[in-house]
């Protein structure tokens, strides 16, 4: 049986806040950031009350939807950014998704990013599960993460269809 873990949007928002001051303490001011679909677009938007800096969107599929969420062959693009907009051209960009797993979308989102015209890469996610990783993070390339947690199914609150159902686990988990 896998173990799981409940989230709150209270939760989440205090772990992002503390996430943006490490990103604010770090060597390198990001213009932008680009968020990857679905998981990164609301870690990216609270981020965007601390960083003060505009949200691009990519979107991948890597895990398949009608195989009760299991790997597919390789990461495919469903919408990019192409051509790269002028805006971002030689700019700081930091990459956003909510959980760091096995690495693959990231490394692919990042080795596609390495191919354009874009100033320092940074990644920032909002929990880096402790686990084997897949797929690989270049070491130019910044990385925070807001939390380290167990490799456990974790219940995000933008995924849930009864928000007080999921509070409600939420509650029940803490210590």
Partial sequence: MVQKIWYT?????????????????????????????????????????????????????????????????????????????????GKNVLVVDEVDDSRVTMEFVLNELRREHLGEIGVAVLHEKIKEKTGSIPEDVHYFSGITVEDWWINYPWDACDIVEHNRLASAAKP
């Fill in 9 to 89: 949007y209270d939760d989440i928002h205090q772990v992002l806040k503390a996430l943006a001051e490490k990103i604010t303490a770090g060597s390198v001011k990001f213009d932008a950031m680009i968020a990857i679909g679905g998981g990164g677009f609301i870690p990216a938007r609270i981020l965007r009350c601390f960083l003060n800096i505009p949200i691009y969107a990519v979107t991948t599929a890597y895990y398949d939807g009608d195989s009760d969420g299991r790997p597919t062959d390789a990461v495919r693009k469903i919408q990019w950014l192409d051509p790269l907009p002028e805006s971002l051209k």
